[in-house]
Structures are given as structure tokens and as C-alpha cells.
């Protein structure tokens, strides 16, 4: 049963931002980001009860969720919320290389716009 617990507790964590009024991309960056390290953490613990193969298993599944569910929006409102400026989210390479995607796409629109206006 603990084991149980122990591989569901950051899923539940991660699943309760979503229960929210309020705007939570940059929220459910960080937590999937807390997700994947307390996983990459089990999966290291040759302490653990829980098989190699069902480590395995959860650790798949949870970087198959993270690629679907992950956008370059998350890391910019990540980027963007001064709730998270104490973990230096300019200093994370997959958070910058977002911004940087999102800047250069913003960029070239309005560019575009201004030549099709004039």
C-alpha cells in the first residue's frame, strides 16, 4: 500500500492545480516539472519496494503525459508569473528556448503585418 501511495502522491499533487479558478499554465509547468523529479527520485531508489519494470512503467507514462500536455505556453506563463522568479526560470534551457521560439513567432507576425499594411 505504500508503495501505492508513493507513485500516485505527485500525480494527485499535480492533478489538484487543475481544480482552479484561476490561471494556472505556469503552475502546471512547475508542477510537472516536481513530477518528473520526484519520479527520476523513486526510480533511483534501490531502496524502494516497487519493481524496476513498474518504475519503469510510471516513468514512461509520466514523460508521455508531459510531452502531450507540455507547450511552449506553460514555460512562457512560467517565465512570466513573479511566483516563480525565486526559482530562476530564465536559467532553464527548455523554458528560454520556448521564450525565444515565442518571440521570434511574435516577431515575425507583426513584422509581417506592418510590410501587408503599408
Known amino acids: ?10 500525480i494527485v499533487s ?11 499554465l505556469g503552475d502546471v509547468f512547475e508542477s510537472m516539472d516536481q513530477m518528473r523529479e ?3 527520485h523513486i526510480m533511483e531508489d534501490e531502496n524502494s519496494r516497487i519493481d524496476k519494470d513498474t518504475k519503469n512503467e510510471v516513468w514512461e507514462l509520466s514523460l508521455t503525459r508531459w510531452k502531450i500536455l507540455h507547450s511552449p505556453l506553460h514555460s512562457i506563463t512560467f517565465l512570466l508569473n513573479p511566483k516563480w522568479f525565486h526559482k530562476k526560470p ?3 534551457v ?7 521560439t515565442f518571440i521570434s513567432r511574435c516577431c515575425d507576425v507583426r513584422i509581417a503585418l506592418l510590410y501587408k499594411l503599408s
Open 90 to 92: 530564465s536559467s532553464n
Open 38 to 40: 520526484m519520479f527520476h
Open 1 to 10: 500500500m505504500e508503495d501505492i501511495v508513493t507513485l500516485i502522491t505527485p
Open 14 to 24: 499535480t492533478l489538484s492545480i487543475f481544480d482552479s479558478d484561476q490561471g494556472c
Open 94 to 100: 527548455e523554458v528560454m528556448k520556448n521564450w525565444n
